[in-house]
């Protein structure tokens, strides 16, 4: 039974998850959150790795203290080659089963990624993407929104795979999917070269709804609706 | 005189669409490298004529239906740039991807290797 949990809501994976499971996080400049982050997720997976992509802020100690392993970046490279990074670290463990991709400000919640990977485990399915629209809880501004779901329409027309939430960090996947994704895509466009990939790879996908912590942290920090002409760019560009 | 103005648009167009093809399919290696040199001398050459023969370019010029050889070497340094400029970040994009090769290489060698970490589990 995932439903337990622990004194401050931490849910609880069973052994089997817990041991088979890593979770990659890539990490840039988030030290003010990253050790309390690392701590809460590991109640529930305790097997973390945090790619430090060049940070200047002491992320990566911060990310040490909470007991995650740290990989890091002699120079910044992006939040895709940090994934990159990190799917590669975990796939050295040979008891890896499953990974998640999970964000590092604390907009991700582990009940989601757990729910995720106990679906991995259930159903006959490569990767599940987290998305923000299946239900109502997550509320984005309206100018996101439509970003969101312009980004959505494009991937549909260019990779025939349909989602319902583009560009969402929290995945779970199973180690032989993770071991055939390649991202090459080092800054932001990476969301969508993963999913153009499922579509390639032919990978076994499904959605599940989570729900997404808009702090007033995250929001200091997350993507501008600038950046979508940069990922644009990038698709387009490569 | 109109039809000579079509002239110098056609060789202006093709001389934009042949880096814009380039780029979207990159010509791998030696033949890559190869019309980059010839393009390179080819300009060359041309430049050590015009330089020779000053009138040349004038005479280019109104036979393609430009005005001045002025202009005619502008559109031509144009589109020299414009390669020039594709080619370049071309180029750096695949550096890019090495650099990152090199980087994620290093990180994962320098790091400890994976140990599943116990916290909250039992041991096999």
């Known amino acids: ?238 | 005189m109109d039809t000579g103005k079509i002239v110098i648009q056609i060789i202006l167009i093709i001389g934009l669409a042949v880096p814009a093809v380039i780029l979207v399919l990159p010509t791998k290696g030696a033949r890559g490298l190869a019309i980059r040199r010839l393009t390179m001398l080819a300009a060359l050459v041309v430049g050590i004529i015009a330089v020779i023969f000053p009138s040349l370019a004038n005479a280019v010029a109104n036979a393609v239906g430009v005005g001045r050889g002025a202009d005619l070497l502008l559109y031509g340094l144009i589109i020299v740039f414009i390669g020039y400029g594709l080619s370049t970040s071309a180029h750096l994009r695949r550096v890019d991807r090495q650099i990152s090769e090199l980087t994620r290489e290093l990180a994962i060698a320098e790091a400890k290797p994976p140990a599943p970490s116990s916290t909250g589990v039992e041991e096999r």
């Open chain 1, 1 to 238: 039974m995932a439903a337990g949990g622990d004194f401050d809501g931490a849910p609880l994976a069973t052994p089997e998850i817990a041991r088979g499971t890593w979770l990659v996080v890539p990490l840039f400049n988030e030290a003010p959150v990253i050790r309390e982050v690392i701590e809460h997720t590991r109640r529930t997976f305790p097997n973390v790795v945090c790619v430090d992509d060049g940070s200047s802020d002491g992320s990566a100690d911060e990310a040490r203290a909470g007991g995650a392993h740290v990989v890091q970046h002699a120079v910044n490279l992006g939040q895709g080659a940090a994934l990159q990074t990190g799917i590669r670290y975990a796939l050295q463990d040979p008891g890896a089963r499953w990974i998640v991709t999970f964000d590092a400000d604390g907009q991700h919640r582990t009940e989601d990624a757990l729910r995720m990977v106990e679906r991995l485990r259930a159903e006959p399915l490569d990767i599940v993407i987290g998305s923000r629209f299946l239900d109502g809880r997550t509320k984005p501004g309206l100018a996101k929104r439509l970003v969101l779901r312009a980004a959505v329409i494009f991937q549909r027309v260019t990779s025939g795979v349909r989602l319902t939430d583009a560009h969402n960090g929290l995945r779970a996947m199973t180690r032989e999917a993770a071991g055939r994704i390649r991202i090459t895509q080092n800054r932001m466009a990476h969301a969508s070269e993963i999913v153009d990939q499922l579509g390639e790879l032919e990978l076994r996908y499904a959605e599940e709804p989570v729900h997404v912590i808009y702090t007033d942290y995250s929001r200091s920090k997350g993507q501008s609706l600038w950046n979508s002409v940069n990922i644009l760019s990038e698709l387009i560009f490569k």
